[in-house]
């Protein structure tokens, strides 16, 4: 088998379908569809099960997927290494981050970053603080910007904080809190609240700050993303506590700071592994000197 043949049948997995896939590869499918077949022969097994309306893996596909990934993104490292110890990057990065980073401005750094090296590929993921510590441990990220509760600790990755600040609570401009100069959390102890799902570090966050405070509050609206919240509370269905850093950016609202409110550290989150060549140049432009952990 070659590293083609692996790059067809991955396309072919997320894409569900031949001739997607041998747009996205650039060839015809009849080429695709050949290479995937005699992967199949020597490999003795279906990779894919055919049908008119739809193309899924078959278990031996499930099988060969993370391995033939896993050998794709080596020579992709190994291409990466080889250009760097000629003084030349290039290659792929990967980042994660919150939706509501603002420790960094990022999209400012990856600009910088792009005109700097020029070669290198950016592919930019958002995701829960959870899940992208996963991601980077499990080596799909090279570095991932967090917002945690304090004393969060991520496990498997080196880290280093950039910042913390308050939470402020976010209202629609025409509830009564909305006069307010500043709040404090026993006010808003009886009100309805937009907010994470129960469990993750973003709703952590606001949580202990009342557990801490021995008040209890109602979360009548979970939602997945800070966008759908800001419009839920734009309705008036509900309030919600988000990072003062964040809310400088939200139109139409009213932001109150809260006393004793929650508070968030904004955290970078890399392998603990020697990082690839890309990985390197992007946390030396933070200010993160690398160096693979004991």
């Not at 015809?28 to 990779?47: C, D, F, N, T």
């Not at 980073?101 to 792009?114: C, G, I, K, S, T």
Request: glycine share 8%; aromatic share 6%.
């Amino acid at each position: 088998m070659d590293l083609q043949q692996m790059r067809y049948v991955l396309a072919v997995a997320e894409t569900a379908s031949f001739t997607r896939a041998a747009e996205q590869c650039h060839v015809v499918q009849s080429a695709l569809s050949h290479q995937v077949a005699r992967l199949e022969k020597e490999l003795g097994a279906r990779l894919f099960d055919r049908t008119s309306r739809r193309v899924r893996l078959t278990t031996a596909g499930e099988a060969f997927l993370p391995a033939a990934r896993q050998a794709l993104e080596a020579a992709e490292r190994a291409r990466a290494e080889v250009a760097a110890a000629t003084g030349e990057i290039r290659g792929t990065l990967t980042v994660g981050s919150i939706p509501t980073v603002a420790a960094v401005d990022l999209p400012a750094v990856l600009r910088d970053y792009h005109q700097r090296y020029p070669q290198v590929r950016i592919r930019l993921r958002a995701g829960s603080s959870e899940r992208l510590v996963e991601q980077v441990r499990d080596g799909g990220l090279d570095a991932a910007f967090l917002g945690t509760q304090p004393g969060f600790e991520p496990q498997g990755v080196r880290d280093k904080e950039l910042a913390q600040g308050q939470h402020v609570a976010v209202v629609a401009p025409g509830h009564p809190l909305a006069a307010r100069h500043q709040v404090d959390l026993g006010l808003l102890a009886d009100e309805a609240f937009v907010d994470f799902a129960d469990g993750s570090a973003a709703r952590a966050q606001s949580d202990q700050a009342f557990a801490a405070a021995g008040l209890r509050r109602e979360v009548a609206f979970e939602v997945s993303g800070v966008e759908l919240m800001v419009r839920m509370v734009r309705q008036g269905l509900g309030i919600a506590l988000l990072p003062s850093t964040y809310t400088a950016e939200l139109h139409g609202l009213r932001c109150v700071p809260v006393v004793n409110g929650p508070i968030r550290v904004e955290r970078l989150v890399w392998s603990r592994f020697t990082p690839s060549p890309t990985a390197v140049a992007f946390l030396s432009l933070l200010g993160v000197r690398t160096a693979p952990s004991a």
